[in-house]
C-alpha cells in the first residue's frame, strides 16, 4: 500500500507551492512529484514542490528545498520561505526557538538553509497567528558569468533594450536566482515574451524575467515570468530584484513597494548598517516584507516512480 503524505498547500501574494515537512515523511524523487503534483488538472496544483527539513549544519535552524512545476530544482524562493516562517511557527509544537515580545505582538526569527546560502526570517506574530515575515535576502549579485553574458544579451531576439547602467531599459540582479529586470509601459509582454526570454542563450542557466513600471505613486507594478513555472502571481527574489534594479538605475529610492499580480511585498535595499527594534539590518543587505497564507491542508499517496 503506497505511503500517505500530510501536506499543506500555501501562498505568498499567491505564489503557490506545495509544502512537506520530511522531518515527518519521505519524498521519494521530489523533481518527478513536483511534476506530478502541480498539475492543475490532475495534481493539487501549484507553482511547485517545497520540502521543510532538518538542517545539515547547526548555523541553521531548518532547510529548504524548492522544486518548480516542471521538476527543476530552484536555489532560492522569497515567497516560499515566508510561507515556511509562517508553516513552521503555527504548525510546530512546541514551538523550538525564542520567541521576544513586542509592542502589541511578539517575535522569533528562524536561520533557513537554502541553495543560496543561510536567510534569515524575522516573524511577526499577532494572537498565535504570523501576520507577516520580514526575509533577509542578502547581497544582490550584478556580475556572474555562470548566469549572464552581457555581450550574447545585445543580440536578445526581441525589441528589448539590452543591460545597462542608469538609464538603462534593462538590468540583470542575482539574488541568489537570476533575474532580468525590463523597465516598459507594458508589463502585460510577458505573456509573449516571457518564454522566449527565460531561455535565451545569454542566460546559461535560463533565467526570471520580470516587466516593471514605476506608477505614479511611487509603487513599481511588475509581472513575472519564472523559470520553470511560467507566469506567476508573485515572486519574492523577483521583487527584490527589481527593487534594487530601479533604485540603480535612478527610478526609485532604497525602498519600493512592489505591486505584483497577487499582492504587495515591501522591499528595502539597506543603506547602512542599523539595529531595528533588536534586529540588525546589514549594509547592502536587501530585505523583503509580506504576508503569508494558508489555502488548504491534505493528504496525498506518494507516487510510485521509476527512476
Known amino acids: 500500500m503506497a ?77 516560499a520561505s515566508r510561507c515556511i516562517g509562517k508553516y513552521l511557527y503555527e504548525k510546530t509544537h512546541p514551538w523550538p526557538l525564542p520567541v521576544r515580545e513586542g509592542n502589541g505582538y511578539q517575535e522569533t526569527e528562524i536561520h533557513l538553509l537554502t541553495l543560496s546560502g543561510i536567510k534569515t526570517l524575522y516573524l511577526r506574530i499577532v494572537s498565535d497567528i504570523v501576520e507577516s515575515v520580514t526575509v533577509d535576502m542578502g547581497e544582490p549579485v550584478f556580475e556572474d558569468d555562470t548566469l549572464f553574458n552581457p555581450t550574447l544579451a545585445e543580440s536578445l531576439s526581441t525589441p528589448l533594450p539590452p543591460a545597462g547602467g542608469v538609464g538603462g531599459g534593462a538590468f540583470f540582479v542575482s539574488m541568489g536566482n537570476p533575474h532580468y529586470v525590463i523597465f516598459t509601459d507594458n508589463v502585460n509582454q510577458v505573456a509573449e515574451k516571457g518564454h522566449i526570454l527565460e531561455v535565451h542563450r545569454a542566460f546559461p542557466q535560463c533565467c526570471n524575467i520580470e516587466f516593471a513600471c514605476v506608477q505614479t505613486d511611487g509603487s513599481i507594478r511588475v509581472r513575472v515570468w519564472e523559470r520553470g513555472s511560467g507566469i506567476t502571481q508573485a515572486c519574492g527574489t523577483g521583487a527584490c530584484a527589481t527593487a534594487v534594479a530601479a533604485c540603480l538605475t535612478g527610478r526609485a529610492g532604497r525602498t519600493s513597494d512592489i505591486v505584483m499580480d497577487g499582492g504587495t511585498l515591501h522591499v528595502e535595499w539597506c543603506e547602512a548598517d542599523r539595529s531595528v527594534e533588536g534586529h540588525f539590518f546589514q549594509k547592502n543587505h536587501v530585505y523583503m516584507t509580506g504576508p503569508a497564507a494558508f489555502v488548504f491542508d491534505g493528504e496525498i499517496e506518494n507516487p510510485e516512480i521509476t527512476k
Open 3 to 79: 505511503q500517505k503524505i500530510r501536506f499543506a498547500k500555501m501562498h505568498g501574494c499567491g505564489n503557490d507551492y506545495i509544502y512537506v515537512n520530511t522531518m515527518e515523511y519521505v519524498v521519494d524523487n521530489p523533481s518527478e512529484t513536483a511534476i506530478r503534483w502541480s498539475d492543475r488538472h490532475t495534481g493539487i496544483g501549484s507553482d511547485g514542490l517545497v520540502l521543510i527539513g532538518a538542517s545539515p549544519v547547526p548555523e541553521a535552524d531548518f532547510s529548504m528545498h524548492i522544486y518548480n512545476a516542471d521538476g527543476s530544482e530552484a536555489m532560492m524562493c522569497g515567497n
